[in-house]
């Protein structure tokens, strides 16, 4: 899959703090969490990078230091890899403008940092092109829109209507509900009617204002797509990958353990696990549709089943951690304890009964 001439640049957008994920995000920006052996936004730079882009800016507010420190200058992967730092928050559409220094003038990918997806960027930019249309949109069908922004279109793929999170009276029986899917193209016009150092959000401020003027096209894709916002996604994004659902990701298996972790031939690795680097998984545990984090230790006959584990965590011989226990980098489980989900155990901390 190669892009057509021209759309060889991507701003990636993450900037934000991924409140709903901590205590996850506390010690790790969101795009940095890993998706088995990779962290989250390199999965989207290597789907960037097969559609043919050679530049990527990384639009950053929160915790910046750990991305550029992982890509630095992208040489190592054959791209040209800059950031930009947001002094405030200044909302996607902003946060678009504050990196346009680094850009070349000519159309552009825009991401949002967490949204994983297999879409075909190709034929994105051939909708684009097609419509002549300053800006276009990749939508994905949703069962109900009310949580999101609806998005209609004409028969030619033009956007005629926003409804921001819709209420019954304003879906029509039958209609496909489609919404923005966080993946554009955007042309250099549209980013000229980006106000600069100012906080405007691209999806509330920018489209309607270019959909005013018939500039915004929108191509609705049944790719895979799942906007990784909470720990329990995270996790179904880890069982995804495992079932081989996304197209430029191959499955590893039922279940994924790092050759760096350390695994007693007792151990039961279950469905869906998904062991980290220098994990260690003591004799006669189970761990199955989890996420076990770096250098995380499960104890002798210790359960872990359906829960999301940071780095570093402590699990007691004995202990029972079911359902969606979150659990941020250093937290501990005590011996024998039973710990059942939906859960927090804060970074550092001890988990109670």
């Known amino acids: 899959m190669s892009a057509p001439a021209g759309v060889r640049q991507a701003v990636i957008l993450v900037g934000g703090q991924g409140t709903r994920m901590r205590p996850l995000t506390d010690t790790l920006p969101k795009p940095m969490l890993p998706l088995l052996d990779l962290p989250f936004v390199e999965r989207q730079v290597d789907h960037l990078s097969a559609a043919g882009v050679e530049r990527v800016v990384?639009?950053?507010?929160?915790?910046?230091?750990?991305?550029?420190?992982?890509?630095?200058?992208?040489?190592?992967?054959?791209?040209?890899?800059?950031?930009?730092?947001?002094?405030?928050?200044?909302?996607?559409?902003?946060?678009?403008?504050?990196?346009?220094?680094?850009l070349d003038d000519d159309d552009v990918f825009v991401l949002n940092g967490d949204i994983l997806t297999d879409l075909d960027l190709a034929a994105l930019v051939?909708?684009?092109?097609?419509?002549?249309?300053?800006?276009?949109?990749?939508?994905?069908?949703?069962?109900?829109?009310?949580?999101?922004?609806?998005?209609?279109?004409?028969?030619?793929?033009?956007?005629?209507?926003?409804?921001?999170?819709?209420?019954?009276?304003?879906?029509?029986?039958?209609?496909?509900?489609?919404?923005?899917?966080?993946?554009?193209?955007?042309?250099?016009?549209?980013?000229?009617?980006?106000?600069?150092?100012?906080?405007?959000?691209?999806?509330?401020?920018?489209?309607?204002?270019?959909?005013?003027?018939?500039?915004?096209?929108?191509?609705?894709?049944?790719?895979?797509?799942?906007?990784?916002?909470?720990?329990?996604?995270?996790?179904?994004?880890?069982?995804?990958?495992?079932?081989?659902?996304?197209?430029?990701?191959?499955?590893?298996?039922?279940?994924?353990?790092?050759?760096?972790?350390?695994?007693?031939?007792?151990?039961?690795?279950?469905?869906?696990?998904?062991?980290?680097?220098?994990a260690v998984v003591g004799a006669g545990a189970t761990v199955a549709d989890c996420v076990v984090g770096a250098g995380t230790s499960v104890g002798e006959e210790a359960m872990v089943d359906g829960a999301v584990l940071g780095r570093q965590v402590t699990v007691g011989p004995g202990a029972r951690v079911t359902g969606l226990v979150v659990a941020g980098d250093g937290a501990m489980v005590p011996e024998g304890m039973a710990v059942a989900g939906p859960a927090t155990i804060p970074t550092g901390s001890v988990a109670s009964p």
């Open 126 to 278: 051939a909708h684009h092109r097609g419509l002549g249309a300053e800006a276009t949109i990749a939508l994905t069908p949703v069962d109900d829109p009310s949580a999101f922004g609806l998005v209609r279109t004409d028969a030619d793929g033009r956007v005629t209507e926003f409804v921001e999170k819709p209420g019954a009276d304003q879906l029509v029986p039958g209609e496909p509900y489609r919404i923005n899917a966080g993946t554009y193209v955007l042309s250099p016009s549209a980013r000229r009617a980006i106000p600069h150092g100012q906080q405007v959000s691209i999806e509330r401020d920018t489209f309607p204002l270019l959909a005013a003027r018939g500039g915004v096209g929108a191509m609705a894709s049944d790719c895979y797509w799942r906007d990784i916002g909470t720990p329990g996604s995270y996790l179904d994004a880890h069982l995804d990958l495992l079932s081989g659902r996304v197209g430029f990701i191959p499955s590893p298996g039922a279940a994924w353990v790092s050759p760096d972790a350390l695994v007693d031939a007792s151990a039961t690795i279950g469905p869906g696990a998904c062991v980290g680097p220098g």
């Open 58 to 102: 990384f639009s950053c507010g929160y915790r910046p230091r750990e991305i550029e420190e992982y890509f630095g200058d992208g040489a190592s992967r054959g791209l040209q890899v800059g950031y930009v730092v947001d002094p405030e928050p200044l909302g996607t559409a902003g946060a678009i403008a504050n990196a346009e220094e680094l």
